[in-house]
């Protein structure tokens, strides 16, 4: 199959492409990029307007399958991942059971190999059940296909089995993806410890909780070697401890959310709405802005969403008694660049240094650029699209956005996996792909 793309506006730092031009593409792989391109036959579309980027890839996302399939499963989940505009993703391992063999590592590829509208790869836990006591069989997943290890959900709350962890995955050229969260300064924690925890009356989650963690696995990653990956960072103090860690030579990324940088704390009011309720939990203002601080100086390595979809009855529940968690994967993009892009606050090749290059060099995954010889995984995004975010545009199962309401501008239009159109002008394609 052959595949023009004309007058679009493609971006990719990684070669320093920045123009208006043409990309012609063949049998699912890039075969030309430049101006007054031809072919004798296929399909041609006009992008006049809209920016290609390579492919977004969101490193942190649930796909809740196998096991709550009711929240959302990979089908589902990865429609929504095409719809936001990506073409890869990274599911967490605290499915039921937990991603901790090599044997549900295959279910979860061969299942989105069937059904999926995007590319999945699959993190396996660090300790059997995520329950921080043993070693998972890493081995066995990584031969299974597993790109990288996390507990996400809870961390590993001992210093000495994430050392164990991390010289296990350091073997295998992985890197250990770190939910930074003590449970004995956390507790019964709802949201963030402060003013508006106790107005409200809801247990506070102490940011001290989550900044321990950081220092203790930066350290353990320079004992062993293994490269760490902080999760979805929350506070100032935090992402300046990354920042000495790369200053001083650690092995060290970590990764932020748009809800940790367009939301906070004040946003969660005596209407008690737990769609605001997330883990971490969202911060101060001054922590968000300095998040923002940080992808813009370079310390911010990638922007993910923690996609966590829920159903509808388990947010309706009280403040306490509802999951953490919120869906995100449909509205990162225009709040990026909505927020970020069109205001001047980062550049397009930020953006793709943040949600390309970095997720997949991190994750070890292929390399996607926009050069000949490159495999065709492409997002369109229509900079000034206006859009507002109702349940009602979701393809995920689950509706619990902390945006809803919210006008966004940006939106992905197209996008492309292996040269396959899996969303065209907006709508997600029936036809299939090849993973």
Not at 154 to 182: E, N, T
Not at 285 to 311: K, L, N, Q, R
Not at 378 to 399: C, H, M, N, Q, Y
Request: charged share 25%.
């Amino acid at each position: 199959m052959a595949l023009l793309l004309k007058n679009v506006h493609a971006i990719d730092p990684q070669v320093g492409l920045d123009e208006v031009c043409e990309i012609l593409i063949r049998d699912g792989v890039i075969v030309e990029v430049g101006h007054d391109l031809t072919m004798e036959k296929g399909v041609e579309r006009d992008l006049g307007g809209k920016v290609l980027v390579p492919g977004l890839v969101d490193m942190h996302v649930h796909l809740r399958d196998p096991g709550f399939e009711y929240k959302e499963d990979i089908e589902s989940g990865t429609r929504a991942a095409a719809h936001g505009g990506f073409t890869d993703v990274c599911c967490m391992p605290n499915t039921k059971p937990i991603i901790d063999t090599g044997a549900i590592v295959e279910y979860v590829r061969s299942r989105a190999a069937e059904v999926g509208k995007c590319r999945v790869h699959v993190s396996g836990a660090c300790t059997k059940g995520e329950m921080g006591e043993a070693l998972s069989e890493m081995g066995d997943m990584v031969a299974h296909g597993a790109v990288m290890f996390t507990d996400d959900g809870r961390g590993v709350q001992s210093a000495g089995m994430m050392r164990r962890v991390m010289d296990y995955a350091a073997q295998f050229g992985c890197a250990v993806s770190s939910h930074c969260q003590d449970e004995s300064l956390v507790g019964t924690g709802q949201i963030n410890e402060g003013a508006v925890s106790t107005r409200l009356g809801l247990a506070g989650w102490p940011a001290t909780g989550e900044e321990i963690q950081i220092v203790r696995d930066i350290e353990i990653s320079k004992l062993t070697g293994c490269p760490i990956h902080i999760q979805h960072l929350s506070s100032a103090h935090g992402l300046d401890l990354v920042r000495r860690g790369k200053q001083d030579g650690a092995k060290v990324t970590c990764e932020v959310t748009p809800h940790h940088m367009f939301l906070n704390e004040e946003f969660i009011g005596d209407d008690y709405n737990t769609n605001m309720k997330v883990n971490p939990p969202l911060r101060s203002a001054e922590d968000a802005a300095a998040i923002i601080e940080g992808v813009v100086d370079g310390t911010v390595d990638c922007i993910v969403t923690d996609h966590a979809p829920h159903a509808d009855y388990e947010k309706a529940r009280e403040f306490e008694n509802a999951p953490f968690g919120m869906t995100g994967i449909e509205t990162s993009v225009g709040l990026i660049v909505g927020n970020l892009v069109n205001n001047g606050v980062i550049t397009w090749q930020r953006m793709v240094e943040l949600m390309s290059v970095n997720p997949r060099r991190i994750l070890g995954i292929d390399r996607v650029a926009l050069e000949p010889g490159c495999r065709a995984d492409l997002t369109v995004i229509d900079p000034e699209l206006k859009w507002t975010v109702t349940e009602g545009e979701f393809e995920s199962r689950a509706k619990n956005s902390g945006f809803l309401g919210w006008e966004l501008t940006g939106r992905a239009t197209d996008v492309y996996v292996g040269g396959y159109a899996t969303m065209e002008d907006g709508v997600i394609t029936d036809e299939p792909i090849h993973l």
